[in-house]
């Protein structure tokens, strides 16, 4: 396990999610939740560490006991830009030799009920279930009921990434023309997105012409033409770890009457996705407000994925919005709103804001206009 240079919230910000994460435990009926390194340990006690084939682990009894972290003593350095000293954890070190999931059953009683985080690998989790002679189950109910409802820290770090992102699309003059490759202007885009604030670019979608019909294209060296439609689909975190993720669509010259038209109705869609966002309705309602505009157009087959994704420390996370998702929305939540049309072989477009519920609505954090920006 290895951390970088981090900054995070303050100690009481993670006392009170520490406390919430018991309280939703002790509910389920289990008696611990155990969290390896990845985003949930990042939300619980603010460290970015990575996971290998040593086992660190924070445990978190259900009773309101001090939670522990068990971690190898060669990574014990790695805790400190973490709030783990602040918070007063219980550090259980261990060393080569030593059983890490006979230290567990330290601190839990011997037939414990435990529940892990999805990103726990097999290879620490088949150990623990021989332990406890049970396996354990996905604490992902509890987790999903902390990580979804953003608090003010939180909103404030995502409006930061998103006028982060913003300022990156402005530039796209810059970067953006015709005679140079996707991966010339994806080059350029990646350095912006640290220059305006990020951390590092997560991911740059370059999708020129009709490579624009495929959402995930990977950058290639296609040269841009004249007429070209180009979808930028980019983000990155901002610290302390909170993603961005923005995408407009961009023409070099002028668009055909029918690009225009086609995109219009996109747009449209966009925009009512956004307006049925409130607190009391489903995911899958504000999905259906882009899909049944597009329908209206003749365009439904051309949208190919679902209308969002939550965001937050992860990319994507809960809510899903996606037809069929019931779960109501609450205010705190924040997603994207990323309707796109795609036609195969000729080109594609997408226009995708994040944004958070509100008390009658929701906030964009990003502020760039969604038309069809003429380079």
């Given at each position: 396990?290895?951390?970088?240079?981090?900054?995070?919230?303050?100690?009481?910000?993670?006392?009170?999610r520490l406390e919430r994460a018991a309280e939703l435990t002790r509910a389920a009926h289990l008696d611990a939740l155990l969290i390896t390194p990845g985003p949930d340990l990042q939300y619980l006690i603010g460290s970015r560490a990575q996971s290998f084939e040593r086992l660190t682990c924070l445990v978190i009894p259900a009773?309101?006991?001090?939670?522990?972290?068990?971690?190898?003593?060669?990574e014990l350095a790695s805790l400190g830009a973490s709030a783990a000293g602040e918070l007063g954890l219980q550090i259980v070190d261990w060393t080569d030799g030593v059983d890490p999931y006979g230290l567990i059953k330290t601190v839990l009683n011997?037939?414990?009920?435990?529940?892990?985080?999805?990103?726990?690998?097999?290879?620490?989790?088949?150990?623990?279930?021989?332990?406890?002679?049970?396996?354990?189950?996905?604490a992902t109910p509890m987790l999903r009921q902390l990580r979804m409802l953003k608090d003010d820290t939180e909103i404030a770090a995502l409006r930061q990434a998103g006028a982060a992102i913003d300022r990156v699309h402005a530039r796209m003059g810059e970067f953006l023309r015709v005679g140079r490759t996707e991966a010339e202007v994806a080059a350029d885009i990646t350095a912006?997105?640290?220059?305006?604030?990020?951390?590092?670019?997560?991911?740059?979608?370059?999708?020129?012409?009709?490579?624009?019909?495929d959402p995930h294209h990977e950058v290639s060296d296609r040269v841009i033409e004249d007429g070209d439609v180009v979808v930028i689909d980019i983000g990155g975190p901002v610290e302390p770890g909170y993603f961005s993720d923005s995408t407009r669509t961009y023409v070099l010259g002028e668009p055909s009457e029918e690009v225009a038209a086609q995109y219009a109705e996109l747009e449209r869609a966009q925009a009512a996705a956004v307006a049925a966002v409130r607190p009391g309705v489903t995911a899958a309602s504000v999905d259906a407000a882009a899909r049944d505009l597009l329908a209206k157009a003749g365009l439904a087959e051309y949208f190919v994925h679902r209308t969002g994704h939550g965001i937050g420390l992860s990319v994507h996370e809960e809510p899903y919005i996606v037809s069929g998702n019931g779960i109501r929305l609450e205010t705190g939540m924040a997603f994207s709103i990323e309707p796109g049309i795609y036609f195969s072989g000729a080109w594609g477009a997408r226009i995708e804001d994040i944004v958070v519920v509100t008390a009658d609505g929701c906030e964009s954090m990003n502020k760039r206009p969604h038309g069809l920006t003429r380079l």
């Open positions: 396990m290895s951390s970088h240079g981090e900054s995070r919230f303050t100690s009481d910000v993670y006392e009170a009773s309101g006991a001090t939670p522990s972290v068990i971690i190898p003593k060669l011997a037939g414990a009920r435990t529940a892990v985080d999805d990103h726990m690998p097999a290879l620490h989790l088949l150990p623990i279930a021989e332990k406890f002679g049970q396996l354990p189950v996905s912006a997105i640290v220059e305006e604030g990020h951390t590092a670019a997560a991911f740059v979608i370059v999708g020129s012409g009709p490579h624009g019909a």
